[in-house]
């Protein structure tokens, strides 16, 4: 996201001496995407940021999915996954748990109400849904707050901790590239579009730097090698959290899904029209509370379609689904309706919805470009019998 903040004590030019009141250096750092050819920052801290003790292997959880074969339609209950002792007793790192994937992203969830370990993911950007709950962001860059509804734009190998305030429900999506808003609503310069449902105003970065005074900081990383995805926890004598000023176009930062303006017309929108961020082989989009459909013989809910280039995935996580009503899904569930399988309304739902003048729906979908296989989270959450659904008159 080409928007540029500055943040802290950083110098007149970049790559010159900078020193404190004592005359001692900072280490400057540059954090750059693409080998120095694309967006970046650079952070003066008060050690030298590469500075390790230790390095021992971190077991992650199973990362093996499953083809959706034979292929169906699914309904995946993710408030199964977790009980609120669990969520007493693990972090949002460690936690998470799988639920589906491919070789371009990976949807996690978690639960928790205890601060995670710092944490770095070298494999790629993760874009973080709050389902429900509040906290804290520590990063290198400076905390953040954060609560329901927001989504948390975290660039890659940017070391971070949660600390939340509450029981908070995470949806995790991980990819193997970067996440950036959809370039539909970007100039060729990166500002985002009078046309754009959002703008930078919306969007919140760290205001201040985080100087945290710790020993022996275990940072808990992710990355990959030939045989796949692993994990490795250093120890770093100082706190990672050392930064005391920054500047550049690369940063984590929040938006809100209340911030977000729908594109409705006189007749029904295709799902583009609610894309809010993308990576390589897969876009985001947000069903928000909106005025419908407008022309005196429009049919509201969505038209019946087939996907024939994309898996589409989509988190119910609040108001009513008028499309799905009669299904069993609610707040919650994650439908997963697969690349050439037709899938649209619940028998009933289609005819029951002329006349309608507003949706009160709250929903997050993944449209992937490769199919999307089931992770052992999936598998535990999956109701079974959702793909029948449409054969049963279900709600008709």
């Known amino acids: 996201m080409a928007y540029y903040r500055a943040v802290g004590d950083i110098p007149h030019k970049r790559h010159t001496q900078h020193r404190d009141e004592n005359g001692r250096l900072y280490f400057e750092e540059l954090m750059g995407e693409e080998g120095f050819s694309s967006d970046s920052?650079?952070?003066?801290?008060?050690?030298?940021?590469?500075?390790?003790?230790?390095?021992?292997?971190?077991?992650?959880?199973?990362?093996?999915?499953?083809?959706?074969?034979?292929?169906?339609?699914?309904?995946?209950?993710?408030?199964?996954?977790?009980?609120?002792?669990?969520?007493?007793?693990?972090?949002?790192?460690?936690?998470?748990?799988?639920?589906?994937?491919?070789?371009?992203?990976?949807?996690?969830?978690?639960?928790?109400?205890?601060?995670?370990?710092?944490?770095?993911?070298?494999?790629?950007?993760?874009?973080?849904?709050?389902?429900?709950?509040?906290?804290?962001?520590?990063?290198?860059?400076?905390?953040?707050?954060?609560?329901?509804?927001?989504?948390?734009?975290?660039?890659?190998?940017?070391?971070?901790?949660?600390?939340?305030?509450?029981?908070?429900?995470?949806?995790?999506?991980?990819?193997?590239?970067?996440?950036?808003?959809?370039?539909?609503?970007?100039?060729?310069?990166?500002?985002?579009?009078?046309?754009?449902?959002?703008?930078?105003?919306?969007?919140?970065?760290?205001?201040?730097?985080?100087?945290?005074?710790?020993?022996?900081?275990?940072?808990?990383?992710?990355?990959?090698?030939?045989?796949?995805?692993?994990?490795?926890?250093?120890?770093?004598?100082?706190?990672?959290?050392?930064?005391?000023?920054?500047?550049?176009c690369l940063y984590p930062y929040t938006f809100n899904i209340s911030d977000y303006e729908p594109i409705t017309g006189r007749v029904h929108q295709p799902p583009p029209a609610h894309q809010v961020f993308e990576g390589a082989n897969f876009v985001v989009c947000n069903f928000v509370p909106r005025k419908v459909d407008y022309h005196p013989l429009s049919i509201p809910v969505p038209y019946y379609h087939s996907n024939v280039d994309s898996d589409e995935v989509m988190f119910y996580c609040g108001g009513n689904y008028e499309a799905r009503k009669g299904s069993g899904i609610g707040n919650g569930s994650i439908s997963l309706h697969p690349g050439g399988h037709a899938h649209g309304p619940q028998p009933g739902a289609y005819e029951r919805s002329i006349g309608a003048e507003y949706f009160d729906e709250l929903a997050v979908m993944v449209d992937t470009f490769r199919p999307l296989e089931i992770g052992e989270a999936g598998l535990a959450a999956d109701d079974e019998s959702y793909a029948w659904s449409w054969s049963t008159n279900a709600g008709a």
């Open 41 to 248: 920052s650079l952070l003066y801290h008060r050690y030298i940021p590469s500075t390790i003790t230790d390095a021992r292997p971190w077991e992650l959880g199973t990362h093996k999915t499953m083809p959706n074969h034979p292929l169906k339609p699914l309904h995946l209950k993710l408030h199964s996954l977790f009980t609120d002792e669990e969520a007493d007793s693990i972090d949002a790192v460690r936690g998470r748990r799988l639920v589906l994937g491919n070789g371009d992203v990976r949807i996690y969830y978690a639960m928790s109400s205890i601060p995670s370990p710092v944490y770095r993911n070298s494999v790629g950007d993760e874009l973080v849904y709050i389902e429900a709950g509040s906290g804290r962001l520590e990063t290198v860059f400076g905390e953040i707050d954060y609560r329901t509804g927001d989504y948390i734009v975290i660039p890659r190998a940017t070391n971070h901790r949660y600390v939340p305030a509450e029981r908070t429900r995470f949806y995790i999506m991980e990819a193997n590239s970067h996440i950036v808003p959809a370039h539909r609503y970007l100039s060729k310069y990166g500002q985002l579009l009078e046309h754009s449902p959002f703008c930078e105003r919306d969007l919140t970065g760290p205001s201040e730097t985080l100087l945290k005074d710790e020993e022996n900081v275990e940072i808990y990383v992710k990355h990959r090698t030939a045989d796949g995805i692993v994990g490795t926890v250093f120890t770093t004598p100082y706190s990672p959290f050392d930064v005391v000023g920054w500047d550049g």
